[in-house]
């Protein structure tokens, strides 16, 4: 079930082309397989009894791992973000399923979810679950970064410009890793920030990138009509399904950009989609309560 399909990149404007890593796998979409793969496999060669990690509400990694544990029989914990949820958890498209998965949902409020990286917090949750392997949120460590690097292929030698949504900065991460000196990798991140670059330096050595927080739209799972409008053009003209988390404010900044001849003629951009279409479907039900247009 972890099997990586081999994707063609799809051609939509003269130098925009998209590369569909939500088409990787039918269970697990893009970046989230690509970061859980050598962590999957470091746990089965761990002899571990089960996995715990970290998400929010809508979480595509959480939606990612609970599916992993189904398929792969492999018990999960979800540590979620916000104590308020374990009121409403089962309206929730993303948690309902994680549960029907398996995963065993623990609420934290958001004061101790802010500890989740720390030594202290992780060496308590390791001491209360000894036999637990713990994934960072987002699958983001030396692990997903690894996997994150095989995203690009040796006929992205081409491009100049390789853009991708940013949350934990994984993904970018990898991508910055495997990319070639003349080419520029542009982050577009969906969270509010301030971005710690620092993070980013944690696992890369080239600084042929750059991070871009126009796009962000009011921070992380916030959208607006504007948004909303150009993921359902979006659709309709290339066919081409976007998230509001992450892919459609990226391909926004990047139509954007263009518009404002951000980047020079002639130059080819390369858009990663990351997948995160699972989240629509959470959204849609937030958009219908405000009376307020959907994703189509
Ligand atoms: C669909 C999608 N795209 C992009 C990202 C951002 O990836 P990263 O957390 O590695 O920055 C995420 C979140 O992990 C995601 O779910």
Redesign the pocket.
Known sequence: MLNIKKVENIEITKNIFVKPEYLINSVIS???LR?LKYNIQKFLKSKSEGIITFGGAYS??IDAVATVGKYLKIPTIGLIRGEELAFRHLSNPTLSYAMKCGMKLIFLSRAEYKKKDSKEYLANLKLENPNYFIIPE???NLLGVKG?EEILSTNDRDFDFIC?????????CGLINSSLSHQKIIGFS?TKGPFLKEDICKFVAKSNWDLNEQYQMGGYGKVNSDLIKFINDFNFKYKIQL?P???GKMMYGIFDLQKKQFFPKKKKILAIH???LQGIKGMNMYLKSKNLNQIK
């Open positions: 893009g970046n989230k970061k595509n990694h987002g699958g983001t994150c991708c949504s940013v949350g934990t900065g994984g993904t970018f969906a998230d988390v992450y892919t990351s997948g995160g």
